[in-house]
């Protein structure tokens, strides 16, 4: 069975900063990997993926996340953090395509961006 | 347009009642889910569906009824609500490319 740990329940960094949010995996299949973005009283948003294609993952609002499969890690980044990006953030796992497919998500990541 | 709606948005109730919970997207996806997110945040899978067809069920409880009448719409349906069953709902399809698309979520309160 596959699961994440997403270190730390709360990040709080300020405008401008670089924010890291971080994401060990366990897997015993290659896996698919995913962060997700909720904000206030909203579903979950796709922030970026990785399915086996390069490691260094680009995702919208200038997010990025690289996948070390030495670290089993796929740690969440953006080099200036911006008042928006306030959000909860969880990091996904699954092992694959199919009817079976489900994504085994992480505790979230709160981050908070102080002015 | 909504990809992905569920209604409602909020449902307030007593213990022992039974609800539903709607949910319908747009997206020609075969594939749906319901995910049940507590007070901590934590998200956990309940169930899925492909093309009406049960595929998932994560140990939930019987009192949990989930019905796809098509592979448009999937609605969950609580029996004999429990305190414990306060959380956040949230429903989901999934694309081709492993993408999830979700619903804004149905808070349920059970007092």
């Known amino acids: 069975a596959q699961s994440v740990t997403q270190l730390g329940s709360h990040v709080s960094v300020s405008e401008g900063a670089l924010v890291l949010l971080r994401c060990n995996y366990s897997s015993s299949v290659p896996p698919y990997l995913f962060w997700y973005v909720q904000y206030p009283n909203q579903g979950l948003q796709l922030l970026l993926k990785y399915t086996s294609a390069a490691t260094l993952v680009k995702g919208i609002n200038g997010f990025e996340a690289e996948f070390k499969k030495s670290e089993t890690s796929f740690h969440l980044t953006k080099p200036s953090a911006h008042m928006s990006d306030a959000a909860e953030y969880f990091c996904a796992v699954s092992d694959s395509g199919g009817s079976n497919y489900k994504l085994t998500f992480g505790k979230g990541t709160l981050l908070t961006v102080n002015p | 347009d909504t990809a992905v709606s569920q209604t409602p948005k909020y449902l307030v109730t007593q213990m022992g009642n039974d609800k539903s919970i709607k949910c319908e997207q747009n997206l020609g996806h075969d594939t749906m889910y319901w995910y049940k997110q507590d007070s901590k945040k934590f998200l956990k899978i309940m169930f899925s569906?492909?093309?009406?067809?049960?595929?998932i069920n994560e140990t939930v409880p019987n009192r949990f009824s989930p019905k796809s009448p098509d592979k448009a719409h999937l609605n969950l349906h609580i029996n004999s609500l429990e305190l414990g069953d306060s959380a956040v709902y949230f429903c989901?399809?999934?694309?081709?490319?492993?993408?999830?698309?979700f619903g804004s979520g149905t808070q349920l309160s059970v007092l």
């Open positions: 569906y492909n093309n009406k067809e049960l595929i």
């Open positions: 989901a399809s999934r694309a081709k490319n492993e993408k999830l698309f």
